[in-house]
């Protein structure tokens, strides 16, 4: 089993910066990805980012450039840094870890960014 624990969002105004982090526990041995994922109301859960044991990122369009994933101390941490972020990115974000055969996630962070 793994548990994931998010930590770092808040309420933050446009053009703003957060930074988002995911500790790992539990046999994160077993991981071999682990990525970022958002619900926004009445919106289903959509991927933001994720990192693969093989060092291969990947983006939702619409927060390249702008978001960067990374993980530190081997994949027990991993962290989602935010810049420029607008209103359109307000939502829960959730940490997400994938082994062969689980997949777990936190219990969410909300982010907030006004106008």
């Known amino acids: 089993q793994v548990q994931l624990v998010e930590s770092g969002g808040g309420l933050v105004q446009a053009g703003g910066s957060l930074r988002l982090s995911c500790a790992a526990s539990?046999?994160?041995?077993?991981?071999?990805?682990m990525g970022w994922y958002r619900q926004a109301p009445g919106k289903q859960r959509e991927l933001v980012a994720t990192?693969?044991?093989?060092?291969?990122?990947n983006y939702l369009d619409s927060v390249k450039g702008r978001f960067t994933i990374s993980s530190a101390n081997a994949k027990n941490t991993m962290y989602l840094q935010m810049n420029s972020l607008k209103p359109e990115d307000t939502a829960v974000y959730y940490c997400n870890a994938q082994s062969l055969s689980q997949t777990y996630w936190g219990q969410g962070t909300q982010v907030t960014v006004s106008s």
């Open positions: 539990g046999s994160i041995f077993s991981i071999n990805a």
């Open positions: 990192s693969t044991s093989s060092g291969t990122t």
